[in-house]
């Protein structure tokens, strides 16, 4: 079976040798890792994909991170999508191989940049929410009024019951605006980990490229 980690360490040589060699002794195999965030406190936080083998427990890598001085666990869950990591410059790199479609290209990647969660590219029309484009395991219910949009800027969104149907909410939720205002990619994910401001940058800096590169294909 195959874990989503997210580990809190020193950000200093060794420190990422010494918790991938605590879950190899817990029977563990990571089979990627990649740095989210780096924090002026000088602590990092990784990403790791890693594959446990029947019968075990996923209590135990965190049990083996909690060993090592410094280091935490803020998340571990089962991640669905597969142990390949995407990468924002092979999302780019996607978007211009189909340049008019880049939106929706973009999209369709963000779970694999951004693990594990669904997206959802929505528009507003006649002051409701409609859905455009949505990957596996996104809620599909629209038709409805968003007071967040149209979006002006990134922002992690409160999925409460005032707006939010109910396959929104207890999600954490984050949106950026697309080629205007009344268009959105939405990123979700069910139970964690936390979307840091360094992923709502990403992911806002990704929305801008698509628009880019959609305008520039459409001449």
């Known amino acids: 079976m195959s874990f989503l980690l997210r580990v809190v360490l020193p950000d200093r040589p060794g420190a990422l040798g010494a918790v991938a ?55 571990v869950g089962r991640y669905t999508v597969g142990t390949d990591l995407h990468r924002d410059l092979e999302a780019v790199e ?11 290209v973009l999209v ?50 409160a999925a409460d019951r005032s707006w939010a149907p109910e396959a929104w909410q207890d999600c954490l939720l984050a949106a950026v605006p697309m080629d205007r205002p009344e268009r959105a990619l939405v990123l979700g994910r069910d139970g964690g980990p936390h979307i840091l401001s360094s992923e709502l940058a990403r992911l806002a800096h990704l929305a801008a490229l698509a628009g880019t590169v959609g305008r520039t294909a459409a001449g």
């Open 21 to 75: 060699t605590a879950l190899g002794h817990a029977g563990a195999d990571i089979a990627g890792v990649d740095v989210v965030e780096r924090r002026p406190d000088g602590t990092a936080v990784d990403d790791l994909m890693v594959e446990l083998p029947p019968g075990r427990m996923p209590d135990t890598l965190v049990s083996a991170c909690s060993r090592i001085d410094g280091v935490t666990v803020e998340f």
């Open 94 to 104: 996607a978007m211009a191989t189909n340049p008019q479609d880049a939106d929706e």
């Open 108 to 157: 369709d990647l963000v779970p694999t940049v951004f693990r594990p969660g669904w997206a959802l590219l929505v528009e507003l029309e006649k002051g409701r929410l409609q859905i455009r484009r949505a990957t596996p395991g996104a809620p599909t219910s629209d038709d409805f009024r968003a007071p967040w949009l149209p979006l002006q800027r990134p922002q992690l969104l």
